[in-house]
């Protein structure tokens, strides 16, 4: 440990010892916990105290914590648009940036994993261009430098994000000097003098025609931006004897204070290396290695720059083999070493020649090297000499190397600090940004009787149930109300857009059980059971029907009062023939932990639903449906017990009234069946008192509207207030039946729904023969 570090270690005992809010918590726990955790852990430690909180922001522990940071990689994947007039790939999204990660345990032999907990979507942010790629500038300290280049507008934008922090910064659009330049180059760093953060531009001018590139020095121009002045600096143009060459690499590694690029130096007939100086801002020629002999063979030759376990490297790409210098010895020419040679016959399942540079990212743990080769994410092995595509992402790709750390953007003063990122990752991991005060645990808490520790977390929050979680080792149980005080709250909420299997669809809630989600993407058929408290979710097997010939199908979901079994019960009904019967009615079971479908046979009945969900209650599925016999509208019910259908006792039918619409849909109230008839302006809730007897049911509430509906409400539940939570006019909306009032609740935009929930930490790992997923 180096004597600043030290130093670091003893402010924080320090701030422990003298605080008295952390007397109680063990000195080794807090620097453990502050100190040496990965990104993750320290994240969730940050919501169990504001005084762990503020450690975490103080600029000591940022520092304490980068020291030890390991190296990580972050891939940016761009997603192709195939433009079919043309037979062209078009790549016009931002892309998305990809946290990848060194597994602890290879068990499985797989060094890396996509770690989604820093992944997020470049298209969601708000930025200057539209539908042009995302590149990296480079990563110093836990910082991104992006570049975001539009040669059609005529515009470079350049940006700055901390995914751990979830800030970014848009940095000024810089002089719009794209005709006439030969290269444009970018480098990101820090000065090693002022600790101040710089991005740096450099260009040169086109020669005018009939003009060789021997007749004079070109003139070389940049411009700089320092974090925290707001604006660019133009340094004074400088002659110089090459020419920058963007075509290798747009970027500069950033290594001991210089940003380094490929560039071409006129008085030798091989590239060289440029780099420039942060602490003078001056650009001068590098010591390069010594040209190979392979490219006088031929003429291809492709190159890149690195940093490999803290060295400078250059990669030399020719027509059959690929070698990897290190400088052993930063700024010594004799020092480069040609560390690796890959060569063409260990890389069969790999494109080659490659046509692009290769790009190496990081050195792994285990001595491979990561890189990307022909836009696939590679592993090379120097022990065994092979290579290894990693199959992670698809083509059109590239990556750079990665250190997270706390550091704030909102340190830079006279920056515009944006939180665009929160949206996407916190709520993949299962928590939001929130801080709100949550009591430490004593650790005499550890000495209580087990069964009194579960009784007095078992009454907490959820929020404060799950930031407790992160103290101790021991499962605590979760008693919550998602909606109680008219927020949203973001520690359960998901975007199913970030759920790959959910992307791209439209999803339906078919209902919920004991804390499990019952989902169906209406496009494909799919279902899927999730845990929103867990992160968990269940792909149920696929349904294998030809579509056109079923005119509707049912679901339903519950649990089974005898044997604790979770069921999925779905009904297939056929397109109407001539007769007026449909062609097919088919009912099949899914029970959790089986992995299989079973056929319940036909059904007796035509259950024509008027809604594709089921509602559960007392160990029975239930949906409205039309009587052929008669052309009412019953109840029907599917036992999860017998596994049989019936019909159940309806209230009695009002009369309508000349052309009146009638809609209906069922719900619970209290504990309690019931069903709500909606009569173009009129609602009439009826309740099932005595569930089971007919003559219980009783007109609760009828609700006036100012104007007509054609869809049936879905009542959520009933708030503590006595108010009705429900959604119609595809609004959530509050019923006061005091003031008879319906107040819009504003909270989401139009086309939802809605459904009751009651939080659990039952796992779906628990069933067994099921593939989960984690979101």
């Known amino acids: 440990m180096t004597e600043e570090i030290a130093n670091q270690v003893q402010n924080l005992l320090k701030r422990t010892l003298m605080d008295p809010s952390m007397e109680a918590l063990p000195v080794e726990l807090t620097i453990d916990i502050l100190s040496r955790l990965p990104v993750k852990t320290i994240i969730h430690c940050k919501l169990v105290c504001k005084k762990w909180r503020s450690l975490v922001l103080d600029s000591s522990f940022v520092n304490l914590h980068l020291s030890k940071s390991p190296l990580t990689a972050f891939v940016i994947h761009h997603k192709p648009r195939v433009c079919t007039n043309a037979n062209l790939i078009v790549l016009n999204d931002r892309g998305t940036l990809n946290w990848v990660v060194e597994k602890e345990d290879k068990v499985d032999h797989q060094h890396l994993y996509h770690d989604r907990f820093l992944t997020f979507d470049l298209n969601s942010l708000f930025l200057n261009i539209r539908n042009t790629l995302m590149l990296q500038v480079g990563s110093v300290n836990g910082l991104i430098c992006l570049g975001q280049f539009s040669l059609k507008a005529n515009v470079y934008d350049t940006y700055i994000c901390n995914p751990v922090t979830r800030e970014y910064i848009i940095l000024p659009t810089q002089s719009p000097r794209t005709d006439g330049l030969l290269g444009v180059v970018y480098g990101f760093g820090v000065s090693s003098l002022t600790g101040e953060y710089k991005v740096v531009r450099a260009f040169q001018a086109k020669k005018k025609y009939g003009v060789k590139h021997t007749d004079q020095p070109s003139v070389l121009e940049a411009e700089v931006y320092t974090l925290g002045t707001g604006r660019w600096r133009s340094l004074v143009p400088v002659p110089v004897t090459y020419w920058l060459n963007k075509f290798y690499q747009f970027y500069g590694p950033f290594l001991n204070n210089h940003c380094h690029w490929i560039v071409s130096d006129r008085k030798d007939v091989h590239d060289t290396i440029g780099t420039f100086d942060l602490d003078k801002e001056t650009f001068q020629l590098f010591p390069s290695p010594p040209p190979s002999e392979a490219i006088e063979e031929n003429n291809f030759h492709r190159q890149s720059l690195a940093i490999l376990n803290g ?39 790999l494109k080659w020649p490659s046509y692009k540079a290769v790009h190496l990212i990081m050195g792994l743990k285990d001595g491979s090297i990561l890189m990307v080769f022909e836009n696939k994410l590679c592993v090379f092995d120097p022990h065994s000499d092979t290579i290894e595509d990693t199959k992670m992402f698809d083509h059109y790709l590239s990556g750079f190397a990665y250190r997270p750390s706390f550091l704030k953007l909102q340190n830079f003063k006279s920056e515009r600090i944006r939180f665009g990122l929160e949206e996407v990752d916190y709520k993949m991991i299962g928590f939001g940004l929130s801080h709100g005060h949550i009591p430490s645990i004593n650790p005499s808490m550890e000495g209580l009787p087990a069964e009194l520790t579960m009784d007095i977390l078992s009454r907490l929050p959820a929020k404060t149930i799950i930031h407790c979680k992160l103290v101790g080792k021991n499962g605590w149980k979760w008693k919550i109300k998602l909606i109680t005080t008219f927020y949203t709250d973001s520690l359960m909420s998901l975007d199913v857009n970030l759920v790959p299997v959910l992307q791209n669809s439209r999803i339906l809630n078919i209902g919920s059980v004991n804390g499990l989600i019952f989902l169906w993407q209406h496009k494909h058929d799919n279902t899927y059971i999730c845990n929103p408290v867990t992160r968990e979710i269940l792909i149920l097997p696929g349904l294998h029907y030809h579509k056109q010939d079923y005119g509707r ?21 056929g397109s109407v023939l001539s007769n007026g019967r449909p062609s097919v009615i088919e009912a099949q079971v899914y029970t959790l932990g089986t992995g299989h479908w079973r056929s319940l046979g036909g059904v007796p009945y035509q259950l024509n639903g008027f809604r594709f969900c089921g509602l559960f209650l007392n160990n029975h599925c239930r949906w409205i449906v039309s009587d052929q016999e008669d052309a009412s509208k019953k109840l029907c019910t599917f036992d999860l017990d017998k596994e049989t259908f019936q019909f159940f006792p309806s209230p009695p039918p009002e009369a309508i009234q000349g052309n009146q619409s009638h809609r209906q849909s069922l719900a619970v109230l209290k504990g309690c069946l019931c069903i709500l008839d909606t009569y173009d302006s009129e609602v009439m809730i009826w309740v099932m008192k005595e569930y089971g007897i007919k003559n219980s049911w009783h007109k609760e509430v009828v609700i006036t509207l100012e104007w007509p509906l054609f869809k049936p409400i879905r009542l959520i ?4 207030d006595g108010s009705i939570l429900m959604v119609f006019g595809k609004k959530l909306r509050v019923f006061n039946p005091r003031s008879e009032t319906i107040n819009d609740m504003k909270m989401f935009d139009p086309d939802l729904s809605g459904l009751a929930y009651r939080p659990s930490f039952l796992k779906l790992q628990n069933f067994e023969s099921e593939r989960i997923d984690m979101f």
């Open 311 to 349: 060295c400078l490297c250059k990669l030399d790409t020719y027509h059959s083999e690929l070698t990897i210098w290190v400088m052993k010895e930063y700024g010594i020419k004799n020092s480069w070493h040609k560390e690796v040679v890959i060569k063409r016959d260990i890389t069969v399942d």
């Open 553 to 573: 199908i049912i679901y339903g979901f519950g649990v089974s009062s005898l044997t604790g079994e979770y069921k999925v019960v779905r009904t297939f009904q």
């Open 717 to 720: 539940e009933v708030l503590k």
